[in-house]
């Protein structure tokens, strides 16, 4: 183990460590801002570039963001708890909610429609589908003013021809409430959740802070005979979300 | 949208795009050797800047990653798949076999135990454990001799004092199994997930590549009467995790 007084270990470092200590014991909150270079190159005798490398361990570990001009502030982890198991229960759309209502409580979720289209669908995704043709509805979610996730959902073109899910509004319970209505209730769900760092098109779109991840949750519906009729690949802002799943042993 | 093509894209972008679909389509498999710079400033007449950058988008989007002297190539991500449901059933810690295998199949898997020792937890485990004294099991899993996951288990100290969690070796059926013995019998699991980047001793003791993300878990284990009797904070490398949950809607 490192101690952080060790003298092996840069000065830079033993600072971003004591700044991390502080923000854990609370004497910097979430949305304070942080003592500024010349704060610290005062308080520790260190260069400007020390300094600097500094703060941007703390930016590098998503602990805190730059504000242009403004300095270096505690990031604000106000998660949205998006619950698996418990979200997807189907007194929830069966009664025409939303199921993302739940997670968000009294924020203000906007929901961007952005494409709605008949496609072909990645290869993957025709490979669980049993078919290449798909609608694809592209959406984008947005909490606050911040966008948090970006969700494609590809369901089997021939399943869902004629239905709303093809349509901007797809009505009361959403698509899956359609899909029952089809004949093709969704009964069984496997998320299959991963990590990785943002492209730059979805760091753009989520207008994500450096050093923040993306989560990556794909999302299989099945029929009671398992058939799968939707697949929904979600991405989203790390720094926004805690997945929460509970079950029984 | 933006467009592959676009002139208002950054050259060194436009190149990291075709790299990208190069291994989207299958060009570059997991573990080739990427063009190196010579190659990419030949093929496109660029700076070998411009090489670089779009070499190292790649390796800041987890695609791919530098071996020292060799070049760039394009990650194997072999994942392993964490069944966070089926996982935990009674009947395999039950019968004395460990949770994890079933993860890893025919891999070699090797447990490193850091430390098994009596401690106060951090304060929100407290919490969520009714009380800071704690039995701690710290371990470290490494496959195919790769550090993958750090996992730090949190018992009320007063619950399992003279069992074998507090030793090195807990016995067959694990940690769960005692705790069943002793008539605590876990039934119910919550499991939270976040990512964020890691620190730097993270980064270290996982071996991480640059640009890889770290999945928290922190999973909680309860008693039919609701009891907390283990929390299981998990540091998982992102780039070795497929997490995957399945229920009934």
């Known amino acids: 183990m490192t101690t952080a007084g060790s003298n092996r270990e840069p000065k830079y470092r033993r600072i971003a460590g004591a700044l991390k200590q502080g923000i854990e014991a609370g004497r910097y909150a979430p949305g304070d801002r942080l003592p500024g270079e010349n704060d610290l190159m005062a308080e520790h005798g260190v260069a400007r570039m020390t300094a600097r490398q500094a703060l941007a361990v703390l930016q590098a570990e998503g602990l805190a963001e730059a504000r242009k001009g403004a ?20 007194e ?6 939303s199921v993302w209502g739940t997670d968000v409580g009294d924020r203000d979720l906007a929901v961007e429609v952005v494409e709605v289209a ?3 669908a990645p290869e993957a995704v025709a ?12 959406r984008r979610f947005v909490l606050d003013g911040k966008p948090v996730l970006l969700s494609v959902s590809y369901y089997p073109a021939a399943l869902v021809a004629d239905s709303a899910i093809t349509r901007h509004d797809t009505g ?17 769900f496997r998320e299959e959740i991963r990590s990785r760092m943002p492209t730059a098109d979805e760091a753009d779109r989520l207008r994500l802070a450096a050093g923040t991840p993306v989560v990556l949750v794909c999302r299989t519906a099945f029929t009671a005979d398992g058939r799968a009729v939707e697949v929904n690949e979600m991405v989203l802002d790390a720094g926004s979300y805690v997945l929460e799943y509970e079950f029984e042993g």
């Open 127 to 138: 490979g669980v589908l049993g078919g290449a043709r798909t609608w694809v509805r592209d």
């Open 71 to 90: 300095g270096v502030f505690v990031r604000e982890f106000r998660p949205i708890r998006r619950r698996g198991i418990q979200r997807l229960a189907r």
């Open 92 to 97: 929830r759309w069966g009664s025409g909610r």
């Open 172 to 188: 009361a319970g959403g698509a899956y409430a359609r899909l029952a209505e089809l004949g093709h209730e969704p009964v069984r």
């Open 118 to 120: 008949e496609k072909d």
